[in-house]
């Protein structure tokens, strides 16, 4: 649920992190005021990215309300996003896990197989689904091309799931990737009217159609080696792409990603930009690092495997790997077991960052050609 954009404080300025953590207690908030705690289950940092883009559209800083002590935050208080911004993320999240676990229930993917599992999850996509749907009415914003989308990416992938790669009857990548495309578009431009910025509807459609695809891409590679162990669809096995093209596919569409941002309006440009521009880079590379670990011929824990390609602690599964599940979906994503930390770790162990900040000299631990990491933050 947590998306690829995944902030750590290691590689945003202090005043960046807080701005994220705003949004996100915004978001937690949000959701648990209008539809029960429950429903904090789908939060989503992708989808917490329109809450981002609409504040960062804004001349000044969005409406802040001060919330009351929390156990993520130490027990304390804290200023927390409030806006139109921050319900049209809860009403994207909530309907992007509803079509998650529609398709989970459709495919019968693990415990989904088990009828009752299946019949209380279908419910629950169901109540989710609804309270996403009057939550976008309320924001004037049109849920149909989200709902639509999923609905299109289960039929072609159950359509395309047996096609031998290359065929014929093989699809195009861009057939299978242009659902989420879409999609995440329709979102992104919608922050255009929230803010008050109809000029930049283009750009911001741009911008959701290559971080959509990015995101896909993303997920297709991470999942590989296991979908092509278990023969579960997965659209890099379908089309026959590996995973050099897939690179080249990921590449291309961060460089039109960045070219989108970088012809929006924004007066409040750093977290955006630290997120779609400098967070989907790290999140490419994260991505084919893990994937480049299946070929290596290192055994896992070999200290002599490259770095950022060591393999990954594994999921030890059971009850274990439950109670971790659990207990990451209730901190919003900010735990996270060992074997799943491993996954950003390779990035904060080549540029440790801790004890930076804005305005300080935090530029040295964010090589390459993003540039500093303070760059846009309004510091002075």
Known sequence: MFGIVRPCRHVLCKGLYADWMGHLCGLCLALSDEHGHLSRLVTNYDGLLVSVLTEAQSP???????????ALRGFKGADVVESEGVRLAASVSLLLAAGKVSDHVADGDGVYARRPVAAGATRLAGRW??????????????????????DRQALLERAHAQAPPRS?????????????????????AHT?????????????EAAGRGFGKLAHLIDAV??????????????????????D?????????????????????LPRPGLTRALLVRGTSSAVSRAFAIAATHGTGHPPGDPDAPPGQRPPKRDPGGLLSLACAALTC???????????????????????????????NCCSCCPGEDGCCCDGCGCD
């Open 60 to 70: 000044t800083s969005t409406s802040r309300r001060r919330a009351g002590p929390c």
């Open 192 to 204: 255009a009217v929230l803010a008050g910025k109809p000029h930049n509807r283009e750009a911001l």
């Open 330 to 360: 209730c901190t919003c994503g900010l735990y996270r077991p060992a074997w799943d930390e491993d996954r950003e770790g390779s990035f904060c162990e080549r540029f440790d960052c801790s004890g930076y900040d804005c305005c300080g």
């Open 245 to 265: 093209e897939a690179r080249r596919h990921c590449d291309a569409a961060h460089a039109e990603l960045r070219a989108a941002v970088d012809g929006l309006d």
């Open 168 to 188: 014929s009857a093989a699809p195009g990548l861009r057939e299978l990737t242009g659902p989420t495309e879409d999609a995440v578009a329709a979102a992104f």
């Open 129 to 150: 689904s609804s309270a996403g749907t009057a939550m976008a009415g309320t924001l004037e914003f049109d849920p149909t091309p989200l709902t639509a989308a999923a």
């Open 222 to 243: 991470e999942d590989l080696a296991d979908d092509r162990a278990s023969g579960a669809y997965n659209p890099l096995a379908v089309t026959g792409t590996g995973l």
